[in-house]
């Protein structure tokens, strides 16, 4: 490292890149009826969204997606690479259309609902994981994501050595494929939903959020961050469990604003517990101020 510069940070991403449909309502959402709204197409999916977030942040990164031989998919890839992000490992399927995810948002820019068409994601053969193993290995953290199957995440665990992994669940109905893997997790980061999932426990106090979070350290996470939306964050570890507030924002979009808060953390794998939550939050918080 040269004297007076900051090393580098690098970092291997695998999971979802995708299209996102973000329709915003212009009032109040009527349920059956068509409301007035404002309709935008850009990149998304969970990993994309770290890895782009990281780039911003300066970092060296590797993305591994599985995408289709179809024009979403070349608009993902001309994105990342004017970002600087690493697209040379990704998977191609002839057969297969790249994901879309669609989300409607109230007015207000809270979720109202979302859909996925995800399928290419779960497509990803063993095989394909063990002709990137040198790409795996090369980060100082591995980044992935519960858009791949139970089977491809355990050999990507395998694949990895000792390089610490980081895993961002994505959805409360496929955090559970993580069950059996938590012991070989570095940072876990999960919303409300997601915890509730993994633990059993329905979180709706403070009390029973230390209580999950604990569980889930001592099920062998060696950090755990339940993301609470405008109420912060819950971080726990061997030391200790922490709340951090969300800092006061105007919320324009919520879509991606969890992702911008693993990219923060990531950022700040060598600091303590509290500086990686802070650092996420204030991340998310620059997300959140963006238009859709």
Same mark, same amino acid.
């Given at each position: 490292?040269?004297?007076?510069?900051? *090393?580098?940070?690098?970092?291997?991403?695998?999971? /979802?890149?995708?299209?996102?449909?973000?329709?915003?309502?212009? /009032?109040? +959402?009527?349920?059956?009826?068509?409301?007035?709204?404002?309709?935008?197409?850009?990149? $998304?999916?969970?990993?994309?969204?770290?890895?782009?977030?990281?780039?911003?942040?300066?970092?060296?990164?590797?993305?591994?997606?599985?995408?289709?031989?179809?024009?979403?998919?070349?608009?993902?890839?001309?994105?990342?690479?004017?970002?600087?992000?690493? #697209? &040379?490992?990704?998977?191609?399927?002839?057969?297969?259309?790249?994901?879309?995810? @669609?989300?409607?948002?109230?007015?207000?820019? *809270?979720?109202? /609902?979302?859909?996925?068409?995800?399928?290419?994601?779960? @497509? #990803?053969?063993?095989?394909?994981?063990?002709?990137?193993?040198?790409?795996?290995?090369?980060?100082?953290?591995? +980044?992935? *994501?519960?858009?791949?199957?139970?089977?491809?995440?355990?050999?990507?665990?395998?694949?990895?050595?000792?390089?610490?992994?980081?895993?961002?669940?994505? @959805?409360?109905?496929?955090?559970?494929?993580?069950?059996?893997?938590?012991?070989?997790?570095?940072?876990? &980061?999960?919303?409300?939903?997601?915890?509730? @999932?993994?633990? $059993?426990? &329905?979180?709706?106090?403070?009390?029973?959020?230390?209580?999950?979070?604990? +569980?889930?350290?001592?099920?062998?996470?060696?950090?755990?961050?339940? #993301?609470? $939306?405008?109420?912060?964050?819950?971080?726990?570890?061997?030391?200790?469990?922490?709340?951090?507030?969300?800092?006061?924002?105007?919320?324009?979009?919520?879509?991606?604003?969890?992702?911008?808060?693993?990219?923060?953390?990531?950022?700040?794998?060598?600091?303590?517990?509290?500086?990686? /939550?802070?650092? $996420?939050?204030?991340?998310?918080?620059?997300?959140?101020?963006?238009?859709?």
């Amino acid at each position: 490292m040269i004297a007076g510069l900051e *090393e580098i940070m690098k970092f291997t991403v695998f999971g /979802a890149a995708n299209v996102d449909i973000i329709t915003k309502s212009k /009032a109040e +959402i009527v349920h059956g009826d068509s409301n007035p709204a404002v309709i935008s197409l850009s990149p $998304g999916g969970v990993a994309r969204n770290i890895a782009g977030n990281l780039a911003k942040q300066g970092a060296a990164v590797n993305f591994v997606t599985t995408i289709g031989n179809d024009p979403f998919g070349d608009f993902l890839r001309e994105d990342c690479e004017a970002q600087g992000i690493n #697209t &040379k490992s990704w998977i191609i399927r002839q057969e297969m259309a790249t994901g879309v995810y @669609s989300a409607a948002l109230n007015s207000d820019g *809270e979720l109202y /609902a979302a859909f996925n068409a995800m399928a290419i994601q779960e @497509s #990803t053969r063993v095989g394909e994981f063990t002709q990137r193993k040198e790409i795996i290995r090369d980060a100082d953290l591995l +980044i992935t *994501e519960t858009n791949m199957t139970e089977k491809a995440l355990y050999t990507l665990f395998e694949l990895r050595g000792v390089l610490p992994v980081m895993v961002d669940t994505v @959805s409360a109905a496929k955090a559970p494929r993580i069950s059996n893997l938590l012991s070989k997790i570095s940072i876990l &980061k999960l919303n409300r939903l997601e915890a509730e @999932s993994l633990t $059993g426990i &329905k979180l709706d106090s403070k009390d029973k959020l230390r209580h999950a979070g604990n +569980i889930l350290v001592n099920r062998g996470v060696l950090r755990v961050f339940i #993301t609470l $939306g405008m109420a912060g964050v819950c971080a726990a570890d061997r030391t200790g469990i922490i709340f951090v507030p969300a800092q006061p924002v105007a919320v324009k979009n919520v879509t991606g604003a969890g992702d911008a808060f693993s990219a923060g953390v990531a950022m700040r794998l060598n600091e303590d517990l509290r500086a990686q /939550a802070e650092y $996420g939050v204030e991340l998310a918080a620059v997300h959140l101020r963006r238009n859709i």
